[in-house]
């Protein structure tokens, strides 16, 4: 219409109050010297007749049209409504008159600068704040802490949406609050103090004391972590209850004398303080300690052989998931850990000494428990469990981590042969430094169809790099034809494809199809650690690889080690 072209081209056009022909010069120009489509119909009030100006094609198929008619009815009874009328600036498109913005009135169109900042600030704009309170919740979903202490002050409606307490999951205090005593106590004192749902109590560069502790035993965290600090100058009962306030927490006891540490004492002493109604779900206890013991030639443990068995049942019966590390515990309480499996949907036992006996009784109680869903164990002797027995209990688990595990072959041949005959739970399952009797890698042994078809029926699979040629081309020959799985590695820590010291091998076109089958790849390109820095592919195996990926691709991720993740489009 006139009023849009008007609108469109404020630079060249000016409306005046006049009856003058200035503004039909203009059209005029619009139409013949710039191509501009035009048409315009309206009634003159002194001639009571309906008047048309536009350009000659489009008055050609007005006239042959019914539109014109139903213009002039439109305008008749607008005329006789005899109400005051005002200019409206539509910037809507004309084609789709229900979808139009709300219409500002404007006076005046000026080419002064004055004027067009009048035009600006009078036209239709959206206001996000009416948006529904779900989609700024899904909208908000997707921001860091950070946005989010923006989107605090953008509005009420926004801010009474970011604050709910589900959008701040992983928020935790400002780096400057672990540098100085000052901006912490400054900080506590804001409301966004409050949102604080993951805590990690570790590197502060001044002692915490018990005043500083106080201010977040309130909070209601979600989860904590204690490592690498210093807690001499703090209460044991106030830590227990600060730890017995989260539904996660996190202590990882290490050697490191520049940040201090809990100490194994002080461990100790927080897990002996956690309260009987604490609302924990999760607890991970982890001793680091490179140390070997000349007399057994393991590494040094943490002991809690003198914690009560009695406050250990009470600890862990309402937990969901339990991870011990490099511990040493009394018979008494490995047989009521092992009790509390059953009630455990994750269970993580790793660098804790185990006899035949007490092996023999994990592993039943693992394969007897419908719950448990994730297994973890490393430095645990399986040789000796029955073939069978081991299979049924290890594949009721959706995900299994073996390391520097003692197994037979046999033993791996029946897992993964339960895993192809679709009986098996299991989604994700790492085996690394897996070894039989005489410490040698018992994957060497497995026939490369079985591993190929088993590892290919998985979510993700992790394993040493150095497997035999024959399994390697397998592998991929399998998961190029069709595959269930997602990345190569753990979610986590992907394996590197250039790493593997056989990949040159596989052909470079079912490489290619095998990768693109997956959702995420990892390339390091000579710059990991694995391999001694060397990327093993070959230029042809890149090539293939990146010619598929611009055809047909199911990649949503490449991932380089050290470098930004970036997104890959798959053509539909």
């Not at 049209?65 to 305008?75: R, T, W």
């Not at 502790?213 to 703090?234: A, K, M, P, R, T």
């Not at 940040?259 to 309260?275: C, D, H, M, T």
Request: with cysteine; hydrophobic share 40%.
């Amino acid at each position: 219409s006139l009023l849009q072209e008007i609108t469109r081209d404020r630079k060249n056009l000016k409306m005046t109050n006049n009856e003058g022909k200035d503004w039909l010069v203009q059209v005029k120009k619009l139409v013949e010297q710039e191509g501009t489509p035009f048409l315009c119909v309206y009634l003159d009030q002194k001639t009571r007749q309906f008047k048309l100006v536009a350009d000659s094609e489009s008055r050609k198929e007005l006239r042959e049209s019914e539109a014109f008619s139903e213009l002039k009815e439109i305008l008749s009874r607008t005329n006789e409504k005899k109400t005051k009328l005002q200019f409206y600036d539509d910037l809507c498109d004309a084609a789709d008159a229900k979808s139009c913005r709300q219409l500002m009135p404007v006076e005046s169109v000026k080419t002064n600068q004055e004027t067009s900042l009048k035009v600006q600030m009078l036209l239709p704009h959206h206001s996000y704040d009416k948006l529904p309170v779900e989609i700024l919740r899904i909208i908000f979903g997707y921001m860091t802490p950070t946005d989010l202490r923006n989107i605090l002050l953008v509005s009420q409606t926004w801010k009474s949406v970011a604050e709910e307490p589900v959008l701040w999951t992983g928020f935790d205090l400002p780096d400057v609050c672990r540098r100085h005593v000052q901006a912490l106590m400054m900080f506590s004192n804001l409301s966004l103090f409050s949102k604080l749902q993951h805590l990690a109590l570790s590197e502060f560069f001044f002692k915490l004391k018990d005043e500083h502790v106080e201010l977040f035993c309130d909070l209601g965290l979600s989860s904590i972590e204690i490592s690498n600090i210093d807690l001499s100058e703090v209460s044991d009962q106030l830590l227990g209850r600060l730890v017995s306030g989260c539904k996660e927490c996190v202590i990882k006891v290490l050697q490191d004398k520049h940040w201090g540490r809990p100490g194994v004492n002080k461990a100790i002493s927080i897990i002996s303080e956690i309260q009987d109604n604490s609302n924990l779900k999760s607890l991970e206890l982890i001793h680091y300690d490179n140390l070997i013991m000349m007399a057994t030639g393991e590494k040094r443990k943490m002991s809690l052989t003198y914690i009560p068995s009695d406050f250990l049942t009470r600890l862990f019966k309402k937990l969901d998931s339990l991870a011990l590390e490099n511990l040493l515990l009394s018979s008494d309480q490995l047989v009521l850990i092992f009790d509390h499996i059953a009630n455990l949907s994750r269970f993580s036992f790793r660098g804790i000494h185990l006899n035949a006996t007490q092996t023999t009784h994990l592993i039943n109680i693992v394969g007897k428990t419908s719950q448990l869903k994730s297994l973890s164990l490393s430095e645990v002797n399986l040789d000796e469990i029955p073939v069978m027995d081991l299979a049924k209990a290890i594949n009721k688990m959706e995900t299994v981590d073996f390391e520097d595990v003692l197994m037979e072959a046999n033993q791996i041949k029946e897992i993964l042969l339960e895993i192809i005959s679709g009986d098996s739970k299991m989604k994700n399952l790492s085996m690394t430094g897996i070894k039989n009797g005489i410490n040698e890698d018992n994957l060497f042994d497995i026939d490369a169809v079985v591993f190929a078809n088993a590892v290919n029926k998985l979510e993700s699979v992790n394993f040493d790099g150095d497997l035999p040629e024959t399994m390697i081309k397998e592998v991929f020959q399998v998961m190029s034809l069709g595959t269930n799985l997602k990345t190569l590695g753990t979610p986590s820590n992907q394996i590197a494809i250039d790493t593997f010291s056989n990949i040159a091998e596989v052909d470079p076109e079912v490489l290619a199809m095998a990768l693109n089958n997956l959702q995420s790849v990892r390339f390091d390109f000579g710059g990991g650690d694995e391999a001694d820095g060397c990327c093993c592919l070959s230029v042809a195996q890149m090539q293939a690889f990146f010619k598929q990926l611009s055809l047909k691709t199911k990649l949503k991720t490449i991932l380089r080690k050290e470098h930004d993740d970036f997104a890959v489009q798959s053509n539909k």
